[in-house]
């Protein structure tokens, strides 16, 4: 929120520098104090970063005591307390086990290096560490799901910064990313496909997510707007755009569309078969 406040104080005063004219004297002294001011908002605006999860270890002048009942009250380890309500928030909202959020918590916390939101630095190296350079970017993209945050985002920015990728988004990924039956799997990727939550896949939303296909297969602009396009001829749509329903129906009858959108077999084909009948059909994400 600091960072967002901070930018758009500077677009106010850049804006303001354009309309001074500065041949007027009181015109012209405004104008230093506005760019004198537009100077200290962007040291101001470098200077922020994220709260930290874990705290760096520093020297303590207090007593021993002191230092003891402060680290209980903290947690082992000096971290923070983990937002215990929140996680099982999470867990409801998504439908999952507790056991399985506080799973996906300590993983967070370990990739995004104690911070409250994971980089996209940190998460080339952990996360998407099995992607290439190219993949991991188009990932990114596609897993960022608050586009307000999203645009506060810097791309070089490896320890520090205002955002980056939250737990709830990583949550989403990770449980799309980790799910063995399309049952499983649909909520999570409704929520990365359908990215303003209005109830309907749009063509552009689709064309965006077909975007880390296009960066993992080595197309170009022309073949993933054709496959775009035949989806919108094959499936049954509304103006403007595809219902759940209607895409959840689709997956489990539609192979080639499970495999274009990265979504796992209904539950019904992964039964077990005869040995002599088997074959290994698991879709391995981000890992080909």
């Known amino acids: 929120i600091a960072r967002a406040l901070a930018?758009?104080?500077?677009?106010?005063?850049?804006?303001?520098?354009?309309?001074?004219?500065?041949?007027?004297?009181?015109?012209?002294?405004?104008?230093?104090?506005?760019?004198?001011a537009m100077l200290q908002q962007r040291?101001?605006?470098?200077?922020?970063?994220?709260?930290?999860?874990?705290?760096?270890?520093?020297?303590?002048?207090?007593?021993?005591?002191?230092r003891c009942l402060a680290g209980v009250a903290r947690g082992a380890g000096g971290e923070l307390p983990t937002p215990t309500q929140t996680l099982e928030d999470l867990a409801a909202r998504w439908h999952l086990p507790d056991s399985e959020v506080d799973r996906l918590w300590r993983e967070f916390v370990d990739a995004s290096g104690g911070e409250y939101t994971l980089s996209l630095g940190r998460a080339c190296k952990t996360l998407l560490r099995h992607a290439s350079p190219d993949v991991q970017h188009a990932t990114w993209n596609f897993i960022l799901l608050d586009t307000a945050a999203a645009e506060l985002v810097d791309s070089t920015d490896d320890a520090g910064g205002a955002c980056g990728l939250n737990f709830e988004e990583y949550l989403v990924f990770r449980s799309?990313?980790?799910?063995?039956?399309?049952?499983?799997?649909?909520?999570?990727?409704?929520?990365?496909y359908d990215r303003d939550g209005d109830g309907l896949l749009s063509r552009e939303e689709l064309r965006s997510?077909?975007?880390?296909?296009?960066a993992r297969l080595g197309w170009d602009d022309a073949y993933t707007q054709s496959w775009a396009s035949y989806v919108f001829e094959c499936v049954p749509h509304e103006p403007r755009g595809i219902r759940h329903t209607i895409l959840l129906k689709e997956l489990r009858q539609w192979a080639e569309l499970r495999q274009l959108l990265m979504a796992r077999e209904p539950r019904h084909t992964l039964q077990p078969a005869p040995a002599t009948d088997w074959i290994s059909s698991a879709f391995g994400f981000l890992k080909q």
């Open 7 to 36: 930018d758009e104080a500077q677009r106010i005063n850049q804006g303001a520098l354009h309309n001074l004219d500065l041949s007027d004297e009181s015109e012209a002294y405004q104008s230093r104090n506005v760019y004198h």
């Open 43 to 66: 040291t101001n605006a470098q200077a922020l970063r994220k709260v930290r999860l874990r705290q760096q270890s520093q020297p303590s002048a207090a007593p021993a005591l002191l």
């Open 176 to 192: 799309f990313e980790e799910a063995e039956a399309l049952e499983d799997q649909f909520r999570f990727l409704w929520a990365l």
């Open 209 to 214: 997510a077909l975007q880390v296909q296009r």
